[in-house]
Protein backbone atom coordinates (compact mmCIF):
# COMPACT_ATOMS: atom_id res chain seq x y z
CA UNK A 1 0.00 0.00 0.00
CA UNK A 2 1.27 3.39 -0.82
CA UNK A 3 2.19 5.42 1.95
CA UNK A 4 0.01 8.60 2.62
CA UNK A 5 1.89 11.69 1.19
CA UNK A 6 -0.58 14.72 1.18
CA UNK A 7 1.66 15.69 -2.15
CA UNK A 8 1.44 12.45 -3.91
CA UNK A 9 -2.34 11.32 -4.70
CA UNK A 10 -2.73 14.06 -7.02
CA UNK A 11 0.50 13.68 -8.72
CA UNK A 12 0.68 9.70 -8.82
CA UNK A 13 -2.87 10.37 -10.44
CA UNK A 14 -1.64 12.82 -13.13
CA UNK A 15 1.21 9.80 -13.51
CA UNK A 16 -0.76 6.67 -13.95
CA UNK A 17 -3.31 8.65 -16.47
CA UNK A 18 -0.57 9.56 -18.41
CA UNK A 19 0.72 5.98 -18.95
CA UNK A 20 1.43 5.37 -22.58
CA UNK A 21 -0.96 3.06 -24.06
CA UNK A 22 0.22 0.17 -26.03
CA UNK A 23 3.42 -0.21 -24.01
CA UNK A 24 3.08 -4.31 -23.84
CA UNK A 25 2.58 -4.76 -27.69
CA UNK A 26 4.90 -4.48 -30.52
CA UNK A 27 6.67 -1.46 -30.90
CA UNK A 28 5.39 0.99 -33.10
CA UNK A 29 8.18 2.89 -34.73
CA UNK A 30 7.60 6.31 -37.63
CA UNK A 31 8.92 5.15 -40.41
CA UNK A 32 11.27 7.73 -40.70
CA UNK A 33 13.50 6.54 -37.57
CA UNK A 34 16.21 4.75 -37.29
CA UNK A 35 18.13 3.52 -34.18
CA UNK A 36 20.99 3.81 -36.49
CA UNK A 37 21.42 7.32 -36.34
CA UNK A 38 22.07 7.42 -32.51
CA UNK A 39 24.84 5.19 -32.77
CA UNK A 40 23.79 1.77 -31.81
CA UNK A 41 26.32 -1.08 -32.11
CA UNK A 42 25.72 -4.21 -33.78
CA UNK A 43 23.91 -6.94 -30.81
CA UNK A 44 23.15 -3.42 -28.70
CA UNK A 45 19.22 -3.84 -27.52
CA UNK A 46 16.73 -1.09 -29.37
CA UNK A 47 14.75 0.86 -26.63
CA UNK A 48 11.04 0.23 -26.15
CA UNK A 49 8.74 2.72 -27.44
CA UNK A 50 5.53 3.37 -26.58
CA UNK A 51 2.70 2.89 -29.18
CA UNK A 52 0.89 6.14 -28.83
CA UNK A 53 4.11 8.64 -28.59
CA UNK A 54 6.66 7.22 -31.61
CA UNK A 55 9.86 8.38 -32.49
CA UNK A 56 10.33 10.79 -35.53
CA UNK A 57 13.24 13.21 -35.61
CA UNK A 58 10.89 15.95 -35.89
CA UNK A 59 9.59 15.35 -32.39
CA UNK A 60 13.45 14.36 -30.86
CA UNK A 61 14.45 17.40 -32.07
CA UNK A 62 11.68 19.31 -30.07
CA UNK A 63 12.19 17.37 -26.69
CA UNK A 64 15.38 18.83 -27.36
CA UNK A 65 15.08 22.76 -27.30
CA UNK A 66 11.97 21.62 -24.32
CA UNK A 67 14.93 20.14 -22.46
CA UNK A 68 16.90 23.45 -22.38
CA UNK A 69 13.80 25.58 -22.13
CA UNK A 70 14.14 27.56 -18.76
CA UNK A 71 10.71 28.11 -19.63
CA UNK A 72 10.07 24.89 -18.02
CA UNK A 73 10.97 26.38 -14.82
CA UNK A 74 8.07 28.19 -12.83
CA UNK A 75 10.43 31.59 -12.24
CA UNK A 76 12.42 31.08 -15.38
CA UNK A 77 15.33 29.97 -13.65
CA UNK A 78 15.57 26.48 -14.87
CA UNK A 79 15.45 23.88 -17.33
CA UNK A 80 15.83 20.11 -17.28
CA UNK A 81 19.56 20.65 -18.02
CA UNK A 82 20.09 22.32 -15.24
CA UNK A 83 20.37 19.42 -12.97
CA UNK A 84 21.18 16.77 -15.78
CA UNK A 85 24.37 18.29 -17.59
CA UNK A 86 25.56 16.63 -20.95
CA UNK A 87 29.38 17.21 -19.34
CA UNK A 88 28.26 14.92 -16.61
CA UNK A 89 26.37 12.32 -18.48
CA UNK A 90 23.53 14.35 -17.91
CA UNK A 91 23.53 13.94 -14.47
CA UNK A 92 25.61 16.90 -11.69
CA UNK A 93 28.60 17.23 -9.89
CA UNK A 94 26.29 18.51 -6.69
CA UNK A 95 25.35 15.57 -3.92
CA UNK A 96 21.93 16.34 -4.05
CA UNK A 97 20.21 19.05 -6.46
CA UNK A 98 18.77 21.86 -5.81
CA UNK A 99 15.17 23.37 -7.41
CA UNK A 100 14.04 26.37 -9.23
CA UNK A 101 12.95 27.85 -5.66
CA UNK A 102 16.35 27.18 -4.13
CA UNK A 103 14.97 24.53 -2.03
CA UNK A 104 17.45 21.36 -1.32
CA UNK A 105 16.61 18.12 -2.70
CA UNK A 106 17.38 14.94 -0.49
CA UNK A 107 18.69 13.18 -3.54
CA UNK A 108 21.22 12.86 -6.34
CA UNK A 109 19.95 13.78 -9.66
CA UNK A 110 20.64 10.34 -11.66
CA UNK A 111 22.62 10.08 -15.06
CA UNK A 112 20.36 9.68 -18.07
CA UNK A 113 22.65 7.72 -20.03
CA UNK A 114 20.43 4.86 -21.49
CA UNK A 115 17.37 6.27 -19.97
CA UNK A 116 15.67 4.54 -22.61
CA UNK A 117 16.31 1.13 -21.00
CA UNK A 118 15.10 1.61 -17.44
CA UNK A 119 12.66 -0.58 -16.35
CA UNK A 120 11.87 2.20 -13.64
CA UNK A 121 12.55 5.38 -13.50
CA UNK A 122 14.35 7.38 -10.08
CA UNK A 123 15.45 6.18 -7.67
CA UNK A 124 12.80 3.84 -5.90
CA UNK A 125 9.75 4.60 -7.05
CA UNK A 126 8.12 1.22 -8.69
CA UNK A 127 5.26 3.39 -10.03
CA UNK A 128 7.32 5.54 -12.75
CA UNK A 129 8.09 3.08 -15.73
CA UNK A 130 7.77 5.77 -18.73
CA UNK A 131 9.50 8.82 -19.26
CA UNK A 132 6.37 10.63 -19.92
CA UNK A 133 5.14 9.94 -16.46
CA UNK A 134 8.42 10.27 -15.07
CA UNK A 135 8.46 14.07 -16.16
CA UNK A 136 5.26 15.61 -14.32
CA UNK A 137 7.77 14.77 -11.19
CA UNK A 138 10.16 17.55 -11.65
CA UNK A 139 7.78 19.33 -13.47
CA UNK A 140 4.87 19.61 -11.09
CA UNK A 141 5.88 18.22 -7.74
CA UNK A 142 5.77 20.13 -4.78
CA UNK A 143 7.80 18.21 -2.14
CA UNK A 144 10.30 19.25 -3.14
CA UNK A 145 9.66 21.78 -5.73
CA UNK A 146 11.97 20.69 -8.67
CA UNK A 147 10.67 22.92 -11.90
CA UNK A 148 7.73 24.11 -10.00
CA UNK A 149 5.46 24.54 -12.42
CA UNK A 150 2.80 23.61 -9.66
CA UNK A 151 -0.73 25.30 -10.99
CA UNK A 152 1.14 26.92 -13.93
CA UNK A 153 0.43 24.46 -16.55
CA UNK A 154 -1.84 27.11 -18.50
CA UNK A 155 0.73 29.81 -18.49
CA UNK A 156 3.50 27.08 -19.67
CA UNK A 157 1.83 26.29 -22.55
CA UNK A 158 1.22 30.10 -23.39
CA UNK A 159 4.76 30.60 -23.18
CA UNK A 160 5.97 28.09 -24.94
CA UNK A 161 3.26 29.10 -27.70
CA UNK A 162 4.53 32.48 -28.18
CA UNK A 163 8.17 31.74 -28.73
CA UNK A 164 7.91 31.95 -32.67
CA UNK A 165 10.16 29.15 -33.35
CA UNK A 166 7.32 26.32 -31.12
CA UNK A 167 4.50 26.21 -33.09
CA UNK A 168 5.66 25.05 -35.93
CA UNK A 169 8.62 22.43 -34.33
CA UNK A 170 5.18 21.14 -32.52
CA UNK A 171 3.01 21.10 -35.79
CA UNK A 172 5.89 19.04 -37.65
CA UNK A 173 6.23 16.44 -34.14
CA UNK A 174 2.61 16.13 -33.45
CA UNK A 175 0.65 16.31 -37.32
CA UNK A 176 -1.70 14.06 -35.70
CA UNK A 177 -2.58 16.63 -33.01
CA UNK A 178 -2.53 19.45 -35.92
CA UNK A 179 0.33 20.66 -33.52
CA UNK A 180 -1.53 21.13 -30.25
CA UNK A 181 0.64 22.78 -27.86
CA UNK A 182 -0.13 20.84 -24.10
CA UNK A 183 1.36 19.55 -21.40
CA UNK A 184 1.22 16.08 -22.57
CA UNK A 185 2.75 16.79 -25.90
CA UNK A 186 5.37 18.64 -23.65
CA UNK A 187 6.30 15.67 -21.73
CA UNK A 188 5.88 13.43 -25.31
CA UNK A 189 8.29 15.58 -26.86
CA UNK A 190 11.00 15.50 -23.88
CA UNK A 191 10.55 11.68 -23.43
CA UNK A 192 11.41 11.34 -26.91
CA UNK A 193 14.44 13.26 -27.12
CA UNK A 194 15.28 11.40 -23.50
CA UNK A 195 15.62 8.06 -25.52
CA UNK A 196 18.18 9.27 -27.88
CA UNK A 197 20.35 9.62 -25.00
CA UNK A 198 22.19 6.70 -26.08
CA UNK A 199 25.87 5.75 -24.74
CA UNK A 200 27.33 3.03 -26.73
CA UNK A 201 30.71 4.29 -27.97
CA UNK A 202 33.10 3.67 -24.60
CA UNK A 203 36.10 1.90 -24.73
CA UNK A 204 33.89 -1.22 -23.12
CA UNK A 205 31.87 -1.04 -26.43
CA UNK A 206 33.99 -0.90 -29.07
CA UNK A 207 35.85 -4.22 -27.61
CA UNK A 208 33.03 -6.13 -26.65
CA UNK A 209 29.99 -4.56 -29.69
CA UNK A 210 32.62 -3.48 -32.02
CA UNK A 211 35.26 -6.23 -31.49
CA UNK A 212 38.06 -3.96 -31.58
CA UNK A 213 40.48 -6.22 -29.05
CA UNK A 214 42.68 -3.53 -28.50
CA UNK A 215 40.01 -0.64 -27.20
CA UNK A 216 40.80 -2.07 -23.93
CA UNK A 217 44.05 -2.40 -21.51
CA UNK A 218 44.82 -5.06 -20.45
CA UNK A 219 44.62 -3.77 -16.53
CA UNK A 220 40.43 -2.99 -17.77
CA UNK A 221 40.68 -6.74 -19.22
CA UNK A 222 41.39 -7.95 -15.41
CA UNK A 223 39.35 -5.37 -14.12
CA UNK A 224 36.19 -7.13 -16.52
CA UNK A 225 36.79 -10.41 -14.59
CA UNK A 226 37.28 -9.18 -11.01
CA UNK A 227 33.76 -7.90 -12.14
CA UNK A 228 32.18 -10.14 -13.25
CA UNK A 229 33.66 -12.63 -10.37
CA UNK A 230 31.86 -14.39 -7.70
CA UNK A 231 34.38 -13.21 -5.07
CA UNK A 232 33.43 -9.49 -6.06
CA UNK A 233 29.75 -10.03 -6.94
CA UNK A 234 29.76 -6.45 -8.49
CA UNK A 235 27.48 -8.55 -11.86
CA UNK A 236 24.37 -9.69 -9.47
CA UNK A 237 23.88 -5.56 -9.51
CA UNK A 238 25.25 -4.71 -12.51
CA UNK A 239 25.60 -7.44 -15.24
CA UNK A 240 23.30 -6.40 -18.05
CA UNK A 241 24.25 -4.81 -21.03
CA UNK A 242 23.78 -1.60 -19.12
CA UNK A 243 25.37 -2.23 -16.30
CA UNK A 244 22.33 -1.51 -14.14
CA UNK A 245 19.25 -3.43 -12.05
CA UNK A 246 16.89 -3.32 -13.87
CA UNK A 247 16.49 -3.14 -17.72
CA UNK A 248 13.59 -3.27 -20.32
CA UNK A 249 14.12 -3.36 -24.08
CA UNK A 250 12.73 -5.07 -27.28
CA UNK A 251 14.42 -8.08 -26.49
CA UNK A 252 13.27 -8.74 -22.73
CA UNK A 253 9.95 -10.55 -22.11
CA UNK A 254 9.81 -10.04 -18.45
CA UNK A 255 10.14 -7.02 -16.38
CA UNK A 256 12.19 -7.69 -13.25
CA UNK A 257 12.50 -4.58 -11.09
CA UNK A 258 14.99 -4.95 -8.32
CA UNK A 259 15.83 -2.75 -5.55
CA UNK A 260 18.56 -3.27 -2.92
CA UNK A 261 19.82 -2.35 0.34
CA UNK A 262 23.65 -1.65 -0.04
CA UNK A 263 24.50 -1.03 3.93
CA UNK A 264 24.47 3.05 3.00
CA UNK A 265 23.49 3.68 6.62
CA UNK A 266 22.51 1.49 9.31
CA UNK A 267 21.10 4.76 11.81
CA UNK A 268 21.65 4.14 15.59
CA UNK A 269 22.19 0.23 14.33
CA UNK A 270 18.20 -0.16 14.17
CA UNK A 271 18.01 -0.31 10.34
CA UNK A 272 17.03 3.44 9.94
CA UNK A 273 18.06 5.82 6.52
CA UNK A 274 17.83 9.47 6.53
CA UNK A 275 14.28 10.19 7.38
CA UNK A 276 11.97 10.79 3.96
CA UNK A 277 15.00 9.48 1.83
CA UNK A 278 14.40 5.83 3.11
CA UNK A 279 14.23 3.82 -0.86
CA UNK A 280 11.04 2.05 -1.53
CA UNK A 281 10.14 2.03 2.03
CA UNK A 282 8.95 5.84 1.28
CA UNK A 283 6.68 4.22 -1.14
CA UNK A 284 5.15 1.29 0.20
CA UNK A 285 5.78 1.87 4.07
CA UNK A 286 7.31 -1.33 4.60
CA UNK A 287 10.24 -1.90 6.93
CA UNK A 288 11.60 -5.12 4.76
CA UNK A 289 12.40 -2.06 2.07
CA UNK A 290 13.90 0.28 4.44
CA UNK A 291 17.15 1.56 2.46
CA UNK A 292 16.38 -0.56 -0.82
CA UNK A 293 17.43 1.95 -3.95
CA UNK A 294 17.64 0.66 -7.81
CA UNK A 295 20.81 -0.01 -8.54
CA UNK A 296 21.47 2.52 -11.53
CA UNK A 297 23.72 1.82 -14.63
CA UNK A 298 27.61 2.49 -14.02
CA UNK A 299 28.08 3.28 -17.40
CA UNK A 300 29.82 7.03 -17.50
CA UNK A 301 30.88 6.36 -14.01
CA UNK A 302 33.61 8.56 -14.34
CA UNK A 303 31.73 11.66 -15.21
CA UNK A 304 28.76 11.45 -12.23
CA UNK A 305 30.68 11.56 -9.45
CA UNK A 306 29.32 12.00 -6.57
CA UNK A 307 27.54 9.05 -6.14
CA UNK A 308 24.98 6.89 -4.13
CA UNK A 309 21.37 8.02 -4.03
CA UNK A 310 22.27 10.82 -1.93
CA UNK A 311 25.96 11.89 -3.70
CA UNK A 312 27.15 10.70 -0.11
CA UNK A 313 30.10 9.43 -1.79
CA UNK A 314 32.57 11.48 -3.60
CA UNK A 315 35.08 9.23 -5.27
CA UNK A 316 35.29 5.90 -7.18
CA UNK A 317 37.90 5.16 -4.83
CA UNK A 318 35.47 5.64 -1.86
CA UNK A 319 32.93 3.61 -3.22
CA UNK A 320 34.76 0.72 -3.87
CA UNK A 321 35.86 1.30 -0.12
CA UNK A 322 32.60 0.84 0.80
CA UNK A 323 32.09 -2.31 -0.70
CA UNK A 324 34.94 -4.12 0.52
CA UNK A 325 33.86 -3.35 3.99
CA UNK A 326 30.56 -5.27 2.65
CA UNK A 327 28.54 -1.24 4.14
CA UNK A 328 29.47 1.60 5.08
CA UNK A 329 30.46 2.86 8.85
CA UNK A 330 29.72 6.14 10.02
CA UNK A 331 31.13 6.64 13.58
CA UNK A 332 29.69 10.12 14.65
CA UNK A 333 27.19 12.37 13.83
CA UNK A 334 23.26 11.89 13.05
CA UNK A 335 23.79 9.19 10.90
CA UNK A 336 26.13 7.13 13.21
CA UNK A 337 25.87 3.24 13.22
CA UNK A 338 27.41 0.41 10.75
CA UNK A 339 25.94 -0.32 7.40
CA UNK A 340 27.47 -3.99 7.44
CA UNK A 341 25.04 -4.67 10.18
CA UNK A 342 21.68 -3.44 7.97
CA UNK A 343 19.40 -6.11 8.36
CA UNK A 344 18.01 -5.83 5.12
CA UNK A 345 21.36 -5.38 3.54
CA UNK A 346 21.72 -7.49 -0.23
CA UNK A 347 23.07 -10.74 0.17
CA UNK A 348 25.71 -9.47 -2.14
CA UNK A 349 27.40 -7.08 -0.31
CA UNK A 350 29.61 -9.10 1.85
CA UNK A 351 33.25 -7.35 1.21
CA UNK A 352 36.33 -8.55 -0.31
CA UNK A 353 39.61 -7.75 -0.32
CA UNK A 354 42.23 -6.40 -3.16
CA UNK A 355 45.73 -5.84 -3.37
CA UNK A 356 47.01 -2.91 -4.85
CA UNK A 357 47.23 -4.42 -8.53
CA UNK A 358 43.40 -5.57 -8.48
CA UNK A 359 42.28 -2.19 -7.33
CA UNK A 360 44.15 -0.73 -10.14
CA UNK A 361 42.44 -3.15 -12.58
CA UNK A 362 38.61 -2.88 -11.53
CA UNK A 363 39.46 0.82 -11.53
CA UNK A 364 40.75 0.68 -14.92
CA UNK A 365 37.70 -1.62 -15.84
CA UNK A 366 34.96 0.99 -14.57
CA UNK A 367 36.58 3.74 -16.30
CA UNK A 368 36.35 1.69 -19.70
CA UNK A 369 32.50 2.09 -19.56
CA UNK A 370 33.01 6.13 -19.68
CA UNK A 371 31.88 7.26 -23.40
CA UNK A 372 33.76 10.80 -24.11
CA UNK A 373 31.44 10.73 -27.51
CA UNK A 374 28.59 10.94 -25.44
CA UNK A 375 29.22 13.66 -23.20
CA UNK A 376 30.61 16.23 -26.41
CA UNK A 377 28.07 15.28 -28.98
CA UNK A 378 26.69 18.16 -30.85
CA UNK A 379 23.17 16.10 -31.52
CA UNK A 380 22.40 15.93 -27.49
CA UNK A 381 23.41 19.66 -27.25
CA UNK A 382 22.40 22.72 -25.53
CA UNK A 383 19.94 23.97 -28.67
CA UNK A 384 20.11 27.62 -27.85
CA UNK A 385 23.69 28.03 -27.44
CA UNK A 386 25.20 28.90 -31.26
CA UNK A 387 28.35 27.31 -31.25
CA UNK A 388 31.31 30.21 -30.88
CA UNK A 389 29.79 32.36 -28.71
Known amino acids: MLRNHSWAAPLIVAVLALAPAGCDAEDEQAVTWSWDDVGLPPGFPTPRVPGDNPMSPDKVELGRFLFYDV ?9 CASCHLQSNAFAEPRATSIGSTGESHPKNAMSLTNVAYNATQTWANP ?30 VARIAADERYPDLFSRAFPEERGRIGVDTIVKAIAAFQRTLISADSAYDRFWYRKDPSALSADAIAGFDLFFSERLECFHCHGDFNFQGSSAHSNTTFDEVVFHNNGLYNINNDGSYPPGNEGLFDITGKPADRGRFKAPTLRNIIYTAP ?32 GRNHPQKSEFVRGF ?14 ESLGDATFVTNPRLSDPFVVPGD
Open 307 to 338: YMHDGSLGTLDEVIDMYMAGGRVITNGPNAGD
Open 127 to 156: LLVHLEQQALIPMFGEEPVELGLAGLEGEL
Open 71 to 79: RLSGNLTQS
Open 353 to 366: TLTDAERRHLKAFL
